[in-house]
C-alpha cells in the first residue's frame, strides 16, 4: 500500500511548515495503516490516501515440481545411476 498526504495547509516541523507532500510505503490492515520506514516528525492536517501498490517482492512464478520432466536432454535413470556410483567409487571409500 502506498499512503499520500495532501497537506491543506503547511504541515510544521522542527525545521519550520512542510508544503510538499510525501509518500511513505507500507500495509493497510483492519482499519490500520503499518509504515515500512519511520514517519516524519511533522504536526499539521493532512489527507490520507490509500491504495494498492505493486508488491515489492516479486510473486513466485510456480513450484519447481512444474519443472521436472523439461530439461533439454532427458537422462535415463540408469545414466544417473551410473554417475552417482562412479562419483561414490572416487571416493575411495570401502
Known amino acids: 500500500m502506498v499512503l499520500v498526504e ?3 495547509e503547511p504541515l ?4 519550520g511548515p ?6 511513505i510505503r507500507g500495509r493497510y490492515v483492519g ?12 504536526k499539521g492536517t493532512a489527507e490520507l490516501i ?7 517482492v516479486p510473486t513466485p512464478l510456480g513450484s519447481i ?10 537422462r535415463p535413470g540408469q545414466d544417473i545411476e551410473a554417475q ?11
Do not use: H
Not at 31 to 42: G, K, M, R, S
Not at 65 to 74: E, V, W, Y
Not at 84 to 94: A, K, T, V
Open 6 to 8: 495532501r497537506q491543506e
Open 12 to 15: 510544521s516541523c522542527e525545521e
Open 18 to 23: 512542510m508544503t510538499q507532500a510525501f509518500v
Open 31 to 42: 482499519q490500520t495503516f503499518i509504515p515500512d520506514e519511520p514517519l516524519p516528525a511533522v
Open 50 to 56: 490509500v491504495f494498492p501498490s505493486q508488491p515489492l
Open 65 to 74: 515440481f512444474n519443472l521436472f520432466g523439461k530439461a533439454a536432454t532427458l
Open 84 to 94: 552417482l556410483q562412479e562419483e561414490r567409487d572416487s571416493w575411495g571409500e570401502p
